[in-house]
Nanobody, 125 residues
Framework: VQVVESGGGSVQAGGSLRLSCTIT????????MAWYRQAPGHECELVSMRKVDGMPYYADSVKGRFTVSEDNAKITVYLQMNNLKLEDTAMYYC????????????????????WGQGTQVTVSS
């Protein structure tokens, strides 16, 4: 299973970006998928989760600004990020669950589940 993120880049504060996460295996089209981020000197943070059964999850720090969605084939998950702030600067990772997704890993990516290579988001003033 390959997980491929795209859509990162540099943007000014208040701007928007949309991240994409595509998995290559249809076997996991019903798996939970999550977006994590890690900034230098900070622990990994679970940002958002697309849950197969249930409402999506958002960290308090991004509620009202980020929205997770998926395409009809359920193999691409998007993270729409609006009103970006300086503190959103981080490497963003997508993870696909084979096992329960970890809510608070210290470092990402972890050894469990399937992770992409990460995409950098840089927000400047």
């Amino acid at each position: 299973v390959q997980v491929v993120e795209s859509g990162g880049g540099s943007v000014q504060a208040g701007g928007s970006l949309r991240l994409s996460c595509t998995i290559t295996s249809a076997t996991f089209d019903d798996a939970d998928m999550a977006w994590y981020r890690q900034a230098p000197g900070h622990e990994c943070e679970l940002v958002s989760m697309r849950k197969v059964d249930g409402m999506p999850y958002y960290a308090d720090s991004v509620k009202g600004r980020f929205t997770v969605s998926e395409d009809n084939a359920k193999i691409t998950v998007y993270l729409q990020m609006n009103n970006l702030k300086l503190e959103d600067t981080a490497m963003y990772y997508c993870a696909v669950a084979e096992y329960p997704l970890e809510p608070a890993p210290i470092q990402c990516p972890t050894q469990k589940n399937y992770w992409g290579q990460g995409t950098q988001v840089t927000v400047s003033s």
